[in-house]
């Protein structure tokens, strides 16, 4: 490997640890009654600045005298809050991993037929195809709904108040800066333009129609807001103060961040966080509670599962997947069962993206990934808001639900649940359909009362052995309060050697499979889950009397254990009494197209032959592990390969010289996504890096070619697959750099050339003055000479 691609990784490799372990922040939360006037006594008295109010009783404070960063607590300033009376707690601010759920893509313009003046409207294709697909936002227009007197605030980077699209609607009071602790959210600027995120989001929600500029917004009637506080370190309480701000006035939040989606992250919310959700959900508009509007995440390229975001996953916020312009999974996209709805947003580099405002008073028409889907969704739920003041968060998810068309999205894992309703893992109940979503407002009538039931189950330390599976069934004979469901989470515990090897399934007493968990290959943590409320809303509707199954498999090579698992329930006692049964009734089947589907959820049980064992004396439930078995051949040419057959299993067990034993068969050529491997006892496929769509070798130097969205690059050295973006961006620097030196060489060399020119200047002017000067000398000391005639010749001379 070459020296400079060393030092490379080498600065890559400390600035990631650096920024992980020196985690720690100058800011504290501190929880103090007695109010503002105490917590300001108490911050001046410990040497601290007073920032703000969190929520509940908690402040915001920070400490000038100790350092911004550090790998370890400031034990001192700790100790003596602790030992103050008035503070009951205080938490020294950890930073938090935040990541901005857009991607880096270009494409070309399109031209569909105008309607509205605005600059880019012909290419707002998820606004004005018709005929299905769109998200039917023209009909909620035309019934004179455009989200006036609704307020929807952006939790980001910034919002540009002052571009002419967005500044009619801008609301401050749903504005503020908490990175600066000011008024004015205005993005920091820089050369990359890394904070025009904010922006992009508020241009979808409410930028001004009919203006002849830029987009439209899909609620362009709404008032918007901006928070500015991914701009700097992200704790606890910042994400608390975020969310808590004004929400008197504000109606909907829209949040298009979260933790790493690198696929094997596992991070919520925190307790500030946390409660600020509780205090949104309760007292948020008067008591209806506010609107939490989340993006689902775009790691599926990693593999990640958005059941492992703790704020997607939460029964608090209305989490949004996106769709391709085609109705296709986008490579980028999250599969899990918290995911509510979709709407569109980019795909493929040869798919369209979202128009919407930039930065410096710019448009934009490549705006992507789940970061684009969710402005939509808040912008439609302010639609409906507009329709209904009264609706509370629970009946907007409602509303949602019962709205969606499942319609021309193409997925392999569309069911029909327990009530004749059509969700996906992908797509939750479909796209969302703004005038269906207006319609339904207007007439709603408040969802009963929720309630919340939890069931146990007894007698955990269950083993997970290897390549094996454990079920457990629960059986729910009773569950106070809840007779219609919502929101179901399974809450585990349990020790995994390798936690990306799980996988987690729960089956309703209806039938109702939901994944909780999908395999995530780059997980290899040992830290496994404690009490991770993996939440399902694949069952909505349904009752939860009978028994429920939950299954874990673990397809790695040793054991792991189940610690604690509960169920808990929520939903209501009584039916809603609603005459919607155009909305309710089964919907037929989208079709689905098995070669263009993107995402494959097939049942992981589909792998493993379940002996069931007995049931657990004295319980309701039943656990039963199975062990994993070579599933039998259906082809010949399966076993075509096979030197030797397992007469059991009818599995390969070696193969013939040339031939790659692969996922229990032989196969001549290794499928993409491996290579070979051949050593004196056997050939294998093994796995290629991530990054590579096929590959010669196990590492990110040895692709041979790349997904779509990449490009093999040697700008480091080596070849290596890049996102064409980046590429791109990696191409310009290196162009830059290049130009920069040879305009510094040249400025040099410039300069040495007058420099010299100068110096040769300077000399010949003193010669030539030397030579004149010493002439006039001898001429005037001769003159007497000359006059008296004893020096004629050197007179006849200097005369000549």
């Not at 405002?357 to 808040?378: E, F, I, N, R, V």
Request: aromatic share 8%; charged share 20%.
């Amino acid at each position: 490997m070459c020296p400079q691609r060393i030092f490379g990784l080498a600065i890559v490799v400390l600035v990631t640890l650096g920024g992980r372990v020196a985690s720690y922040t100058n800011q504290w939360a501190v929880h103090i009654e007695g109010g503002p006037e105490v917590a300001q006594q108490v911050a001046q008295e410990h040497g601290f600045q007073y920032l703000d109010k969190i929520v509940d009783n908690w402040y915001h404070m920070v400490h000038t005298s100790v350092v911004k960063r550090s790998a370890e607590p400031h034990f001192g300033v700790q100790g003596r809050l602790a030992e103050d009376r008035r503070v009951r707690r205080a938490e020294q601010q950890r930073v938090k991993s935040r990541t901005k759920r857009d991607l880096i893509i270009k494409r070309g313009p399109s031209t569909p037929r105008a309607v509205l003046n605005d600059e880019m409207w012909p290419q707002m294709w998820y606004l004005n195809r018709g005929k299905g697909l769109d998200m039917n936002v023209q009909e909620a227009w035309a019934e004179g709904i455009t989200g006036r007197g609704v307020v929807v605030t952006i939790l980001d980077d910034g919002l540009e108040k002052n571009h002419p699209d967005l500044y009619k609607n801008y609301d401050p009071q749903a504005s503020y800066d908490v990175n600066n602790h000011d008024e004015d959210p205005m993005p920091r600027y820089d050369v990359l333009d890394s904070n025009r995120h904010g922006t992009r989001c508020a241009g979808e929600v409410a930028a001004t129609a009919n203006n002849s500029m830029c987009a439209v917004g899909v609620a362009f009637g709404a008032g918007v807001g901006g928070v500015r506080m991914l701009d700097g370190d992200v704790t606890d309480a910042v994400e608390a103060r975020s969310l808590s701000l004004n929400p008197q006035h504000i109606d909907i939040y829209s949040a298009s961040w979260g933790p790493d989606d690198d696929g094997k992250t596992v991070d919520g919310p925190g307790e500030l966080a946390t409660r600020a959700f509780i205090e949104g959900i309760t007292k948020g508009r008067n008591g209806k509670g506010s609107i939490f509007v989340w993006a689902s995440g775009n790691g599926g390229r990693d593999h990640d599962n958005c059941n492992c975001d703790g704020y997607t996953n939460s029964i608090w916020t209305l989490s949004i997947s996106s769709a391709t312009e085609n109705g296709q999974v986008p490579w980028y996209s999250e599969a899990c069962s918290s995911t509510l709805a979709t709407t569109y947003s980019s795909g493929s580099s040869g798919e369209k993206q979202v128009v919407t405002t930039d930065l410096h008073h710019l448009c934009t028409s490549s705006h992507t990934g789940t970061s684009a889907s969710a402005p939509l969704a808040a912008g439609i739920c302010a639609l409906a808001l507009e329709a209904n003041k009264e609706l509370t968060w629970r009946d907007m998810q409602h509303i949602v639900v019962r709205t969606a068309k499942p319609a021309n999205l193409k997925a392999m894992d569309w069911v029909t649940n327990g009530v004749g309703r059509n969700v996906s893992h992908s797509f939750g109940y479909g796209l969302m359909d703004a005038a269906a979503m207006v319609r339904l407002a207007r007439r709603w009538r408040t969802v009963p009362e929720q309630h919340k039931c939890e069931v146990s189950a007894p007698h955990m330390g269950r083993p997970i052995p290897p390549k094996s599976q454990l079920t457990l069934e629960l059986h729910v004979k009773e569950c106070s309060g809840v007779n219609f469901l919502e929101h179901v989470q399974a809450k585990v515990s349990l020790m995994a050697s390798r936690r990306g090897d799980l996988q987690i399934q729960l089956t309703s007493p209806q039938g109702t499979k939901s994944t909780l968990l999908a395999k995530r290959p780059h997980d290899i943590s040992k830290a496994g889950f404690n009490q991770w409320p993996f939440m399902s809303v694949h069952t909505w509707g349904e009752r939860p009397h009978g028994t429920w199954k939950l299954e874990i498999h673990n397809e790695g090579r040793y054991q792991d254990t189940l610690e604690e698992f509960k169920l808990v329930f929520y939903g209501t006692e009584t039916s809603l009494e609603l005459d919607d049964d155009d909305l309710d009734k089964d919907k037929p089947l989208p079709p689905v197209n098995q070669q263009d589907a993107s995402v494959d959820n097939t049942a992981i049980g589909a792998r493993h032959n379940v002996v069931e064992g007995d049931p657990w004396t004295g319980s309701q439930q039943v656990e039963c592990v199975s062990h994993q078995e070579v599933q039998k051949p259906t082809t010949e040419n399966q076993t075509s390969g096979c030197s030797s057959i397992d007469p059991g299993s009818g599995g390969c067990l070696e193969c013939k010289l040339d031939w790659y034993y692969h996922d229990g068969v032989c196969v001549y050529k290794c499928p993409s996504g491996t290579y070979g491997v051949s050593d004196e006892s056997k050939a294998v496929c093994s796995d290629c890096h991530y990054s590579c769509l096929t590959c010669s070798g196990p590492s990110n130097t040895e692709c041979v070619s790349c997904h779509e969205d990449a490009e093999l690059s040697t700008n480091l050295g080596e070849p290596v697959c890049v996102l064409r973006e980046l590429s791109w961006t990696m191409r310009s620097t290196l162009w830059f750099y290049q130009m920069t030196v040879l305009f510094s060489v040249n400025v040099v060399v410039f300069g040495l050339i007058i420099l010299y020119m100068v110096a040769k200047w300077y000399l010949r002017r003193r010669s030539t003055s030397e030579v004149y000067g010493y002439s006039k000398v001898s001429y005037t000391n001769d003159v007497n000479a000359c006059k008296d005639g004893s020096q004629e010749d050197a007179c006849l001379s200097d005369s000549e």
